[in-house]
């Protein structure tokens, strides 16, 4: 039987154990080497994914807002109401903000049967009611002519055209807008005079009233409530006095 010194016995113990930390300290550092490879293989395949997934959204978003280009043209190709809201939308103002307003006092004078007219195009070539339509108006050709698939080369008549189709085919309980409001007029456009001689029969719809308005300059627009009659009304009484 072979005797070790424990001297010796000591040493070759203190060497096998380093041996083996010294052998599984380079496993663990190959292992973990390893680890973080395939760490960082995976974060360059989600890196890749993702950005993948973001270009195929944004090429969803692409198709899907060609699609609805295309549809509202179609539309408005076809229904003759969508063609004149947006012809005169364009015509009163280019900001999309302002665009809605200006389409449901259209819907509301057709609503209404706005002095006796019950359809959209009636409504808008009724004499003095949109002075872009009125005989005589230098930009009357332009609007009366505006034709749907001029909306690919022009976004803002494009604006136009979706916001009609939006104000024509909404429910009534979307009108943003007192049902009663037939009027407005833009101040910046005025010439010669602050405010067209009917402003001061009716009544100025407040910004309290539809906060969408607070978006409005007053100056570009102001709303106001009251029907026809009552400007006939007056109309027949300023008459007769001038006749006494």
Do not use: C
């Given at each position: 039987?072979?005797?070790?010194?424990?001297?010796?016995?000591?040493?070759?113990?203190?060497?096998?154990?380093?041996?083996?930390?010294?052998?599984?300290?380079?496993?663990?550092?190959?292992?973990?080497?390893?680890?973080?490879?395939?760490?960082?293989?995976?974060?360059?395949?989600?890196?890749?994914?993702?950005?993948?997934?973001?270009?195929?959204?944004?090429?969803?978003?692409?198709?899907?807002?060609?699609?609805?280009?295309?549809?509202?043209?179609?539309?408005?190709?076809?229904?003759?109401?969508?063609?004149?809201?947006?012809?005169?939308?364009y015509s009163e103002?280019?900001?999309?903000?302002?665009?809605?307003?200006?389409?449901?006092?259209?819907?509301?004078?057709?609503?209404?049967?706005?002095?006796?007219?019950?359809?959209?195009?009636?409504?808008?070539?009724?004499?003095?009611?949109?002075?872009?339509?009125?005989?005589?108006?230098?930009?009357?050709?332009?609007?009366?002519?505006?034709?749907?698939?001029?909306?690919?080369?022009?976004?803002?008549?494009?604006?136009?055209?979706?916001?009609?189709?939006?104000?024509?085919?909404?429910?009534?309980?979307?009108?943003?807008?007192?049902?009663?409001?037939?009027?407005f007029y833009s101040?910046?456009?005025?010439?010669?005079?602050?405010?067209?001689?009917?402003?001061?029969?009716?009544?100025?719809?407040?910004?309290?009233?539809?906060?969408?308005?607070?978006?409005?300059?007053?100056?570009?627009?102001?709303?106001?409530?009251?029907?026809?009659?009552?400007?006939?009304?007056?109309?027949?009484?300023?008459?007769?006095?001038?006749?006494?």
């Amino acid at each position: 039987m072979i005797k070790l010194h424990p001297v010796k016995l000591s040493l070759f113990i203190s060497a096998a154990s380093l041996a083996l930390f010294v052998g599984f300290g380079a496993l663990v550092n190959t292992l973990s080497h390893h680890h973080q490879e395939d760490i960082r293989d995976l974060k360059d395949e989600y890196g890749h994914s993702a950005e993948r997934l973001e270009i195929t959204q944004r090429q969803k978003m692409k198709q899907k807002r060609r699609a609805d280009s295309l549809e509202v043209i179609v539309e408005a190709s076809r229904r003759p109401e969508l063609l004149w809201t947006a012809r005169a939308i364009y015509s009163e103002t280019r900001r999309p903000e302002e665009m809605w307003f200006v389409g449901w006092v259209i819907r509301n004078r057709v609503e209404s049967r706005f002095h006796g007219h019950g359809t959209y195009k009636d409504i808008i070539l009724h004499p003095k009611q949109f002075s872009a339509f009125n005989r005589g108006s230098g930009v009357r050709g332009f609007y009366m002519n505006l034709s749907p698939s001029q909306g690919v080369e022009r976004p803002r008549w494009h604006d136009a055209m979706q916001t009609a189709k939006g104000v024509v085919d909404s429910p009534l309980a979307f009108n943003p807008l007192p049902h009663d409001t037939y009027h407005f007029y833009s101040e910046v456009s005025m010439r010669g005079r602050k405010h067209p001689e009917w402003r001061d029969k009716l009544t100025p719809v407040s910004k309290t009233e539809v906060p969408g308005l607070a978006n409005i300059e007053e100056t570009r627009f102001r709303f106001f409530r009251g029907t026809h009659m009552n400007l006939l009304a007056n109309k027949e009484k300023n008459a007769t006095s001038t006749a006494r």
